[in-house]
């Protein structure tokens, strides 16, 4: 729980994905001079979440200059934009597959938190189609899942592929794919190595829940290759793009699956401070220096007001 009451006028705007070598866009937003307040995600390897960041950590920058903060908090209730790719195959028809999906997108959407939005695509032997376009509406996700019916072939690689740019649609800062599917393809005109080339430098994560047994992770006696091939290739799209790879279609194996989704996406960060009253109120650019295992930051490009605390020599020793 958040812990700071100072009543601010307060207008964040959701800044695109920053890169260390990049320069954060320049967004329009305004903010009483009583308090500034910074959320920001930040991402390591592979644009996996960092859950467990310390203050010392992270230092914050105006216009290039480093600020005293005076706050330093973690939320869990980070909004989160879920794009959700359902394989409707005729091989989702066997062993309960796609009531497993059904059961994953209805744990999903019982822990929603306020903000977050959804979209929902179903694939075939041709491409991913859209169902329903993102929105706030969970009734409308759970009705377009209940009336799909597995059948045909898969076009898996081909599928993919295409996700990275609609889940962009998503209006939060922090975006994830969920796909649930067995792993199969059979009727992709994209190869394997092809789809593992376009999903290069994706800063969306890609979350494979596979809808099969636990046991199959592992090749077993009697299990065919083909069946550890499918497992393989989920495991593969999760790992490249910073997701994790999710086993089993019994209920509580896709509560807990939900759960830790959950817990890596809802990480944010909140570091503040009280502007000085001093110089002209005019925008000013914010950026944040990270500690070397953080690869990448999500963060608003600046606020509106007058100069910020900057950090004197002798509050950067008690800091470190």
């Known amino acids: 729980m958040l812990r700071r009451t100072t009543a601010v006028l307060l207008v964040v705007l959701a800044a695109p994905l920053l890169f ?9 937003e305004s903010v009483s001079v009583g308090y500034v307040m ?7 390897p592979h644009s996996a979440p960092i859950t467990d960041l310390g203050s010392g950590e992270v230092s914050l920058l105006v216009d290039g200059i480093p600020v005293q903060s005076d706050m330093f908090e973690k939320s869990m209730d980070a909004p989160v934009s879920f794009t959700l ?45 859209e169902l329903v376009p993102f929105t706030d509406d969970p009734q409308s996700i759970l009705t377009a899942m209940s009336n799909i019916k597995p059948w045909g ?31 199969i393809d059979n009727a992709s005109k994209l190869t394997r190595e092809q789809l593992s080339k376009n999903l290069e430098g994706l800063g969306i994560p890609i979350y494979s829940l596979g809808l099969r047994e636990a046991a199959e992770a592992k090749l077993l006696k009697g299990q ?32 807990k699956a939900i ?13 503040g401070f009280t502007p000085t009253g001093k110089g002209a109120v005019k925008y000013r650019r ?15 490009a600046g606020y509106r007001g007058t100069e910020p605390p900057v950090l004197t020599k002798a509050n950067e020793r008690k800091r470190s």
């Open 20 to 28: 260390a070598q990049e320069q954060p866009q320049h967004v329009e």
């Open 38 to 44: 910074v959320p920001f995600t930040v991402l390591g």
């Open 85 to 129: 790719l359902v394989d409707g195959s005729g091989s989702m028809a066997l062993a309960g597959k796609m009531e497993a999906a059904r059961a994953a997108v209805e744990a999903l959407i019982a822990r929603r938190k306020q903000g977050d939005d959804f979209s929902l695509f179903v694939f075939d032997d041709k491409e991913a189609h």
């Open 153 to 183: 072939k898969t076009a898996f690689f081909d599928a993919v592929s295409t996700m990275p740019e609609r889940s962009r649609l998503g209006r939060n800062a922090t975006r994830a794919i969920i796909l649930l599917s067995d792993g």
């Open 224 to 255: 065919t290759m083909e069946a550890s091939s499918d497992i393989a290739l989920l495991d593969d799209v999760a790992t490249q793009t910073g997701g994790r790879l999710f086993l089993g279609n019994r209920p509580e194996q896709i509560a």
């Open 259 to 271: 759960a830790r989704i959950e817990n890596d996406l809802r990480a944010q960060y909140l570091i």
């Open 286 to 300: 914010i950026s944040l220096k990270t500690a070397g295992r953080v690869q990448a930051v999500r963060v608003r």
